[in-house]
């Protein structure tokens, strides 16, 4: 078989269920327990410096006038953008009936639960009062109050809420068949008892699969619209102010693109690890890795000329701030931070045209290097649309420049480590692959081949 191919080899069922639930009941070795141990603390750090921040205040960070909006707000889009690539793939793959998404999805589905989780965290700290959160959601109040629908902070809890809630059924529906499958081959009674309470009583049968199949394309028909809808409200946080840098009908889908163009890159910055250590080769074949290598050279593509686009507009408009932001303190009189602009210029617009050579995208070290670096770009990006348009504002009197403190540092470093934490947790104990649709793929292709 080809090494495009989606399955390599011909397992049997049997086989294919060994391999895919083995992770679920592999001891605890020395790798994993360390992995366990290191982001384990990385994440006691995060909540040692954001009760920090709530008992002390957001004075600790290095937000000011006019920068009001900086660590917690670029991380916050940072993370959301990542979560796209987890819907794209299970949801608009699945109605585009893109049979490549068969092995991944899960995957990209887990990391999206968590990095939105992640994602949520910056907007609560960010009011600095995060036991008011509540007050942000249209509840009947005793006063007859309402949230201040004009402000972005409503949308995005609406957002970010939705796009968590439809994220999180969808992948548990995927998994219940497998979840019954780790129940009938769980070795201890208690494994059985939790495995089976998440089942739900899945038996396999003709209702049950019917009935499956139906709410899962359900789902991923209300999920698909997210993809769009969610980064163009975050987008809109920025774009309907008038502030040099944001004010720009283009941010919905530019955001949208490259929200999703940092998505994919999270999948393999993950995956490929991931695909070595458990010995997926056979199911997460070179195929899988090209798709997705694809995927980010026509994203970036589409985030490259939206740069320009940026810049086009900035000329063609002539307003000065505008002009000053985009062009002078950016490019020419080398402003602030002028170096992150660059840093996002290479990391997202010269690096990802690699891919348009094979041998790139079949070179495992060569693609996970350029997820990397796509994913610390898109960082610099966030921080470049926030930080260097604030900083330089209307007023020259007001000018301020951004530093960030080791609170903000050790908050961002720590969302990291509390992602990587859930997502260990997640490969330990879950079946990453999904066993049934895999079989279903693979004897998908066995008719195919019989029929040719």
């Known amino acids: 078989m080809s090494s495009d191919a989606l399955i390599l080899g011909n397992p049997t069922d049997a086989e294919l269920s060994d391999q895919l639930l083995s992770p679920a009941w592999t001891p605890k070795h020395k790798l994993w327990g360390l992995a366990f141990t290191i982001t384990g603390a990385g994440a006691c750090m995060l909540f040692f410096f954001a009760g920090w921040s709530i008992v002390t205040g957001i004075g600790l960070w290095g937000n000011n006038v006019p920068v009001g909006w900086a660590f917690d707000i670029i991380n916050f889009v940072w993370w959301i953008g990542i979560g796209h690539a987890g819907t794209f793939i299970s949801a608009v793959l699945l109605l585009l009936e893109q049979k490549w998404r068969t092995s991944i999805n899960r995957f990209a589905e887990a990391m999206t639960l968590f990095a939105v989780m992640q994602a949520g965290l910056f907007p609560l700290l960010h009011m600095g009062r995060p036991w008011f959160g509540y007050w942000i959601f249209p509840y009947p109040a005793t006063m007859k109050t309402w949230?201040?629908?004009?402000?972005?902070?409503?949308?995005?809890?609406?957002?970010?809420?939705?796009?968590?809630?439809?994220?999180?059924?969808f992948w548990y529906i995927g998994l219940i068949p497998d979840l019954a499958s780790l129940r009938d081959r769980a070795p201890k009674k208690i494994q059985r008892v939790i495995y089976g309470i998440f089942a739900l009583?899945?038996?396999?049968?003709?209702?049950?699969?019917?009935?499956?199949?139906?709410?899962?394309?359900?789902?991923a028909g209300l999920a698909t619209p997210l993809v769009l809808s969610v980064h163009?409200?975050?987008?809109?946080?920025?774009?309907?102010?008038?502030?040099?840098?944001?004010?720009?009908?283009?941010?919905?889908?530019?955001?949208?693109a490259g929200a999703i163009f940092s998505g994919f890159a999270m999948?393999?910055?993950?995956?490929?690890?991931?695909?070595k250590i458990f010995s997926m080769?056979?199911?997460?074949?070179m195929k899988h890795v090209d798709n997705l290598c694809k995927m980010i050279l026509v994203t970036g593509l589409i985030v490259t000329y939206s740069y320009f686009c940026d810049f086009f507009v900035a000329w063609y408009g002539g307003e000065a701030p505008e002009l000053y932001?985009?062009?002078?303190?950016?490019?020419?009189?080398?402003?602030?931070?002028?170096?992150?602009f660059y840093l996002t210029v290479f990391c997202n617009c010269i690096v990802p045209n690699m891919f348009w050579f094979r041998w790139f995208r079949q070179n495992l070290y060569v693609v996970w290097g350029i997820s990397i670096l796509v994913n610390v770009g898109m960082w610099g990006e966030r921080f470049s649309i926030i930080v260097l348009s604030l900083q330089r504002d209307f007023l020259p009197s007001a000018?301020?420049?951004?530093?960030?403190?080791?609170?903000?540092?050790?908050?961002?470093?720590?969302?990291?480590?509390f992602f990587s934490f859930l997502f260990i947790l997640f490969l330990r104990f879950v079946p990453f692959v999904p066993l049934m649709e895999v079989k279903e793929l693979k004897h998908e292709m066995h008719h195919h081949q019989e029929s040719h």
Do not use: Q
């Open 325 to 340: 932001t985009m062009m002078d303190a950016l490019l020419f009189r080398k402003g602030p931070h002028w170096e992150i």
């Open 147 to 169: 949230p201040n629908f004009k402000s972005a902070l409503p949308w995005d809890a609406a957002a970010i809420s939705t796009y968590f809630t439809v994220s999180l059924l």
């Open 232 to 256: 163009s409200i975050v987008s809109c946080d920025f774009a309907t102010s008038v502030v040099p840098g944001w004010h720009s009908t283009i941010f919905p889908p530019y955001f949208v």
């Open 201 to 219: 009583g899945w038996r396999g049968s003709a209702d049950h699969y019917r009935h499956y199949r139906l709410i899962y394309g359900m789902f």
């Open 267 to 275: 999948v393999l910055t993950l995956m490929i690890p991931a695909r």
């Open 281 to 285: 080769e056979n199911v997460i074949t």
């Open 399 to 417: 000018w301020a420049t951004y530093n960030p403190t080791y609170v903000d540092w050790g908050i961002f470093t720590g969302t990291i480590f």
